[in-house]
């Protein structure tokens, strides 16, 4: 017994357990575990075996907080690690891993046996039968009426969580995370059912519907499916990281060059990364036709989010100037297009022009804006630029929802009967019928009309100019005035014109995402244009990596492209946000995509760990 | 000497009550290298800053070159005029890397237009190119060859202050102000500091204007020292003579070690300064080693050792 107890293990598992259930009982009241249940992952977990077991799928909301059992199990058997180990003694760690279940699981079952005899709901709103069925697997319902089985139950579920997890901790490194890569596939495939069910060219292509037919049911994957999937995802992963050693070795004779981060690279690497790119655009120009509506509509949110981001990561990224009323820039940029293209009769200046001769109009309103904003502020810094960069992001929306400018800006009506930038006739499809059809869809008006091209080539032209001035000197003015102001301007950096012009790149970058916004929607009000627009886009660019373009992009899809697929998560987004930011924070506050010098940096760091 | 690089007359900078420099007036000619000594807090961190620009002097006016005057231009314009600085405390941009330190230095020289950056223009190319060379070959100067693509702050100390050194270089000055180029270094980066100053006004001819605590670099190098104190310039001279000025070393080293050195000094005056000088230093290395509490062992003893090769060279170029 003493043996088992060695390295605190029943306080490491009291005190995990302890958070675990903090943090189930969090998921639990919010709300979310009702709501994610409703998206099934696997259906029927345990194929007739489990006929007559209470567990007839797993769903989303129980990967929500039985997955936080385990985790906290996987932690609590991590806990008991000495330096340098790799594996804790198994003994101590399954114990760990029971008594952080058993504690956490008490919290959820309280809260079942709680909520049965008295309403709670009057606290949390969250706290109804339903939620109490999906924690006790259905028992409160179906077992005896004291609900001593479904308490016993949902502890019982829960030591088996926690042992599970730290038993995941007691596999060798690699196959551990091989495992961990596996289940995180079953869990996206899972999640993406619906996205998946939405694309086009899967229905369109017989063995891609094939395929989805035999990984999916109507409700979640098949069980003989998920497991297919995440042993091949577990397998690629155990015999990855041999390819990618030889490929490493290969170029490591090139790197051991002694070049110095941005030296030019060398052939074959430049024709690889030129082919990578055309293929990732030859993608991206087939997606509307392949993927149809609803994703290019999504595609359509991400590309003007990305160049906003793109926008502001020259403003906050390279130059360092925190501001927080960037959402000026974007709703100057719809307005304008609104005001001056409406069909309305009553609101506008009547010019009937279309998005295409109002876009130059748009670059240079939002230059002046960026200016006016910019002079004003060039002598402050940090805390004081954020709240006066808020304050004139609020200015620019009161002025559009103010009752005097109402004629030009409609006010809180908004701007309505904006035209779409194309009217083309339906282009009949040479070769209808045949396999073409399937890759590419039918040209049909509705997707002429999409603005997702224009979109598209924006966000193009905007990484390039971010990328040409982020190498320039431009760009190192940039990030010598976010380093030490004071410095740069003795290295003859002057201070106005590089502010001024961070200012207007970052202000007419967000100008055209607004008049693309304007033209897609057809309509704007107001309350498009608030302070959380500013704050997504903060948000994107810190979970991308401050400073790096690439991050943007994948700061947008993470922070746009992932709530907008997962509708369930919409109530839960600021929430999620809130997590988010904190984990990564905490985990990694580089961004997801960091900017390459960082990225050196941490790459020069980990081989010093290992090689000391 | 005929024409002055720098020319600082009657500058009074007053921090509220506090006047950090009083009235001074400071000549610097055109090729030399001068240096400013003085206590802790006695206003030559300030006269750094008047010059550059960083504090506008409330009196007195700052002439470069003889037209230009410093005193009512930024910072930056002050730099493209020519004038250069490191800073007492190292202020590199920490998350840039080496090679991008130097390349902001070399910011001023660049003219690439808005419109050739965004179209890459032949012109703009041949220009980033060129400033990516220069910046490696300044480096390749300050001896931290290939050590371009580290972060600047994972630089070690004195890696750091060269670094400092090739951005204050990239500007292309024609006067270098150095704060303090060797604090914190060893007798032994010491001595390549003094050679590697050396050099760069004897190859490069970059004026140098100096703050140094360290005396025997002091003595060592300048031709020409300016004492301060309370912001006040107390003396003027060349290096024996500021050490056989009582007042200096009361200021400097405090009431009794000037008079401990009267009497050494006027017992060793038919000699050369270069006795003096040693005299001086070894008592000021004591002096400070007392002061600070830190146990007078090995420290003198090794500098005093190490003496006759830099004399004889300071000699030499004198
Ligand atoms: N920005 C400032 N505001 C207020 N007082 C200042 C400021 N800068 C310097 N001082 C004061 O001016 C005086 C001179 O400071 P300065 O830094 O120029 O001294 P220093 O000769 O460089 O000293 P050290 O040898 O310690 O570097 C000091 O008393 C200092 O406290
Ligand atoms: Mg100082």
Redesign the interface.
Known sequence: MSALLERGAARVGLRRGLIGGAVVLLVSLVGMVEAFAKRSIVHELLGPLGAGLPIQLLDLGQVAWIGAVLLSGFAAARELLDHGEDRPPAGPALLAGGITGAVAGAMPALLVLLGTRFDLAEVFDKARPQLYALLSWGLVERGTPSGVDAFLATILMCVLAGVVGAAVHLMPPAHRKALGVGVLTVLVMGTIQDLLQKIDFVERTAWLSGLYDALYTREGMEPLGAALLLAAASGLHLVAPGIRAARERRRGDADAAGDYGDAPPSARERTMRWLGLGGIALLLIWFPFGFGKVPADVMDLVGIYILMGLGLNIVVGFAGLLDLGYVAFFAIGAYTVGILTTTDPDVGLQFGWSLWQALPLVVLFTIVAGVILGVPVLKTHGDYLAIITLGFGEIIRILAISDALKPFMGGAQGITLIPKPFDLPEIPMPFAGNPSEALIGRLNPGIQQEIYFPILFAVIAAAYVSWRLRHSRFGRAWMALREDENIAEAMGINLVSTKLLAFATGAVFAGIGGALFAAKLGSIYPSSFGLLVSINVLVLIIVGGMGSIPGVFVGALAIVGLPELLREFEDFRLLLYGAVLVVMMLKRPEGLWPAAIVQRELQRESDATVLP | MSDLLLDCRGITKRFGGLVAVNALDLQIPAGSIHSVIGPNGAGKTTLFNCI???YHPEEGEILLGGSHHLEFL???EI??LGV??T?QNI???????A??NV??????R?E?S?LG??F?SPA?RKE?RW??EEA?RLLEVVGLG?K????AS?LPYGDQRRLEIA?ALA?DPKLLLLDEPTAGMNTGETASMIRFIRRLRDDLDITILLIEHDMKLVMEISELITVVDFGQKIAEGKPSEILANPRVIEAYLGRGAAEALDVRTAAAAPGAAHDATSDADADAAADTASDSGTPPGPEPTSSAGSQPDPVDEGGGSA
């Open positions: 550059t620009g960083f930024r910072t930056d730099t493209r250069a600085r800073y202020r590199l941009f920490p998350e840039l890397t090679v991008e390349m902001v230095g070399l910011h001023a660049l690439s808005l950056v965004l890459s703009t980033e400033a990516t490696l290939g371009g693509d580290g972060l994972n951005r500007t």
